[in-house]
Structures are given as C-alpha cells and as structure tokens.
C-alpha cells in the first residue's frame, strides 16, 4: 500500500464520561470511513481524558467495554483505529493503545512505557514493559503515546527495527504545544519516518490541551495541521517517500553503534 488516506479526531474530551465520549468516537470513526480514509488516530485516553483517581472504575479488560466499542467501529466502517484507553489488568490499571484492523481484530496493544508524574499518572497507573511495533500493509508501524515523545530512544529504536511510521495518541497541553511541534518534526526528520500524532484539543477537566495534530513526513514537511480546536483532519501520504529519504542521507548506515 504506497499511498495511504488518515483521518486525526482531534476531539475534547468529556473526563470522566465513557458514554459521551464513545458516542463521539462512534460518529468520528463512520466521518473518517465516510472521507475515503484508511486510518484513523484517536487521542490518549479519549474514553475518560485523565480522570485517573477513578481508573480502576473506568477501566475495561481488553475482551470488553471500550475496546470492544472501537474494534466494533473499526469493523462496521471497514477502517482501521487506533487510540489511548484505560486498560485494567487484573489489579492494576495502564494506559493503552490499541490498534484495530479494518475487520475490528485487535492487532496489538502499546502500554505506555513512561508514565507522565506531573499529572499524576504515576501514582494511579502501571507502566507498560515493552515497545510495539506491527508489520501492517503500508510499512512496520510503531505506537506511542505523549509524554514518551520525550524519550528519543524509543522512536530510534522503532526506526532501526525497520519502522516508517509512527502513531501517537496525546493529551498534550496547550501551555507546552511548542515543545509537541518541535518534538514530533524532530522525531519524523531524524527517523526519517512519518510521524502521525493526534492530540486532544480544548477543555478537560481544569486543563486545556493544545491540539496541533498534525502529520510529519520523512523530510520533515508539515502534510496537514490542526488548529486549537476540536476538528478532523484528513490527508493523504505516500509511503514510498520513507526509502527514498532514507537513500537521500543514509543515517542508519551512518549510525556509529559501535560507539553509542
């Protein structure tokens, strides 16, 4: 699949309202399938938004409630998702991506590995063990989810494992969407991959978040931004141009390894 469609559901999220928010998830993923796209990336937590005092509450198992609201989405749209939920694992809680495939079968779940302390996600929920990524039709694609942009070391290690994309579900704060820019260009230039980010946008709770989704390409060119507020954006993106960047400036045949 050289050309792929993507579709980014910026949305805000109601904290702490699973109903709400699922229903706003059910007409964001039947908007995407109805504009031709291939994929399309909810933001982290999209279900409850950082309502994580009541995780173990708001929580599903990975064979019930919201993954099975999306996998049934993915499924009746005929479009594969992706987006961040509470997952709860026995007794303990992480924060979950899920991939979904156009048929509604979950394909592989990313815990987040780096959990954010400033928001207090360390003390209510458990950090994931291992990075993920999947060979998927357009490319071997990699999950994470926002304060991991912070880690370089994670997005370098899905490149040299043969990475071209990466997906990442935000709730990213209006107050630092600078430093969202900056990292995810960064990321998608010295990976030499594309980078899709959805983030959420408006008021949650006592934060506003910044939204600026946007899809970075392999040479670091903007395809398609959002604004501040809640909206989708749909572009399309050419996955050949990942090998041809990669001939361009070889970095990972570059790479001292041997050093670092």
């Given at each position: 699949?050289?050309?792929?469609?993507?579709?980014?559901?910026?949305?805000?999220?109601?904290?702490?309202?699973?109903?709400?928010?699922?229903?706003?998830?059910?007409?964001?993923?039947?908007?995407?399938?109805?504009?031709?796209?291939?994929?399309?990336?909810?933001?982290?937590?999209?279900?409850?938004?950082?309502?994580?005092?009541?995780?173990?509450?708001?929580?599903?198992?990975?064979?019930g409630g919201?993954?099975?609201?999306?996998?049934?989405?993915?499924?009746?749209?005929?479009?594969?998702?992706?987006?961040?939920?509470?997952?709860?694992?026995?007794?303990?809680?992480?924060?979950?991506?899920?991939?979904?495939?156009?048929?509604?079968?979950?394909?592989?779940?990313?815990?987040?590995?780096?959990?954010f302390g400033?928001?207090?996600?360390?003390?209510?929920?458990?950090?994931?063990?291992?990075?993920?990524?999947?060979?998927?039709?357009?490319?071997?694609?990699?999950?994470?989810?926002?304060?991991?942009?912070?880690?370089?070391?994670?997005?370098?290690?899905?490149?040299?494992?043969?990475?071209?994309?990466?997906?990442?579900?935000?709730?990213?704060?209006?107050?630092?969407v600078e430093?969202?820019?900056?990292?995810?260009?960064?990321?998608?230039?010295?990976?030499?991959?594309?980078?899709?980010?959805?983030?959420?946008?408006?008021?949650?709770?006592?934060?506003?978040?910044?939204?600026?989704?946007?899809?970075?390409?392999?040479?670091?060119?903007?395809?398609?931004?959002?604004?501040?507020?809640?909206?989708?954006?749909?572009?399309?993106?050419?996955?050949?141009?990942?090998?041809?960047?990669?001939?361009?400036?070889?970095?990972?045949?570059?790479?001292?390894?041997?050093?670092?």
């Amino acid at each position: 699949m050289a050309k792929l469609s993507i579709s980014l559901a910026q949305m805000q999220i109601t904290l702490g309202d699973v109903k709400r928010n699922t229903a706003l998830m059910v007409s964001m993923v039947a908007e995407a399938a109805r504009r031709g796209s291939h994929m399309v990336v909810f933001p982290e937590l999209w279900s409850t938004g950082y309502a994580t005092e009541n995780a173990k509450e708001l929580a599903s198992e990975l064979n019930g409630g919201t993954f099975v609201q999306m996998g049934t989405a993915a499924q009746q749209n005929k479009i594969s998702v992706v987006g961040s939920v509470l997952e709860k694992r026995g007794v303990t809680v992480t924060n979950s991506s899920a991939f979904f495939a156009p048929n509604g079968r979950m394909l592989g779940v990313y815990r987040k590995l780096h959990l954010f302390g400033l928001m207090h996600e360390d003390e209510w929920l458990q950090s994931g063990g291992s990075p993920l990524a999947m060979d998927l039709p357009w490319g071997n694609t990699g999950l994470a989810i926002c304060y991991d942009l912070r880690f370089p070391e994670l997005f370098r290690r899905y490149a040299v494992e043969g990475a071209k994309m990466m997906i990442i579900s935000a709730e990213w704060p209006l107050v630092r969407v600078e430093h969202w820019r900056a990292l995810l260009i960064a990321r998608a230039i010295e990976n030499q991959c594309y980078v899709v980010a959805t983030n959420a946008a408006g008021e949650t709770g006592e934060e506003v978040f910044g939204g600026h989704s946007i899809i970075v390409d392999p040479w670091g060119k903007v395809i398609v931004e959002g604004g501040e507020s809640p909206m989708m954006l749909t572009a399309e993106i050419e996955m050949d141009l990942v090998d041809e960047v990669r001939k361009r400036i070889p970095v990972f045949d570059d790479r001292r390894d041997d050093v670092y």
